[in-house]
């Protein structure tokens, strides 16, 4: 069958010191798909202060909210840094409105310039877990509870993160 090149939407480039993983190819077309292609594109894909959390506003097109949201949360198996952003406009798809259309039309600004990212995994790579954390005490403005809400008890982690 050959090396592998393309599987899933997930474009596989083979580097001298191991595998580059992309999706330009699916970028490009959500791209596309909203028009944004030849958007001038923004740095980060969230605002420092973003007014996410605002429920006001005229309501958008669900259907197509939801589209593109479920189309960039896909995007995120390459993109980590996407991560947060697509998770936070997740939260919305039963009530949104035209702040949060504006949230993803930031993201698809960044995706615009960032098209070329991936994650490039080496054949050195170490095999140690490595975690972060950031507690976040009172990250939701509006109820003041912790976004990320981490376990801290070891006890309660599945078997396979155990050391």
Avoid at 35 to 54: F, G, N, V, W
Avoid at 73 to 96: D, F, K, S, V
Avoid at 130 to 149: K, L, N
């Amino acid at each position: 069958m050959g090396d592998l090149h393309f599987f899933l939407g997930i474009e596989v480039i083979r580097c001298p010191d191991g595998l580059f993983h992309s999706q330009h190819k699916y970028a490009m077309d959500i791209l596309k798909r909203t028009k944004m292609t030849c958007s001038r594109y923004i740095h980060t894909p969230l605002a420092t202060k973003h007014e996410l959390h605002d429920t006001g506003g005229p309501p958008v097109d669900a259907s197509e909210f939801r589209s593109i949201v479920g189309a960039l949360q896909y995007l995120t198996l390459t993109r980590p840094e996407l991560a947060h952003a697509i998770n936070l406009l997740c939260q919305y798809m039963q009530h949104h409105c035209a702040t949060h259309w504006t949230g993803v039309k930031r993201v698809l600004r960044y995706l615009a310039g960032t098209t070329q990212l991936g994650l490039h995994i080496t054949a050195k790579s170490s095999l140690n877990l490595v975690g972060f954390s950031d507690a976040d005490w009172g990250g939701c403005p509006i109820t003041r509870r912790s976004t990320t809400a981490l376990k801290q008890n070891i006890g309660h982690w599945p078997l396979w993160l155990r050391s």
